[in-house]
Nanobody, 116 residues
Framework: QVQLVESGGGLVQAGGSLRLSCTTSQIIFSFNTMGWYRQAPGKQRELVATITNGGSINYADSVKGRFSISRDGAQNTVYLQMGSLKPEDTAVYYC??????????WGQGTQVTVSS
């Protein structure tokens, strides 16, 4: 069974930093793509950042220059380093592991709250 477990969320002041971690039960390079998404109250889930098994990275325009996605294959962990946080970054952040459109797995989510 594929499992993804996020950690690292919390409450931080605007301008601060947090690092999220996502540890999987599978070898991370077995996924076609791994990524971070977020969902704010009353809004749809949106892409934050993705990284392919080949190392290609994509960021949402709203986080470019502030967030960084990385991975550690030895730990089967993907990270999201978040800096210069803004109140509008407040959301539940989800890790995803994508094999195909019919095989996408999600973590349980971790809350990030940025106070002004």
């Amino acid at each position: 069974q594929v499992q993804l477990v996020e950690s690292g969320g919390g409450l931080v002041q605007a301008g601060g930093s947090l690092r999220l971690s996502c540890t999987t039960s599978q070898i991370i390079f077995s996924f076609n793509t791994m990524g971070w998404y977020r969902q704010a109250p009353g809004k749809q889930r949106e892409l934050v950042a993705t990284i392919t098994n080949g190392g290609s990275i994509n960021y949402a325009d709203s986080v470019k220059g502030r967030f960084s996605i990385s991975r550690d294959g030895a730990q089967n962990t993907v990270y999201l380093q978040m800096g210069s946080l803004k109140p509008e970054d407040t959301a539940v952040y989800y890790c995803s592991g994508y094999y195909s459109s019919s095989r996408t797995y999600w973590g349980q989510g971790t809350q990030v709250t940025v106070s002004s």
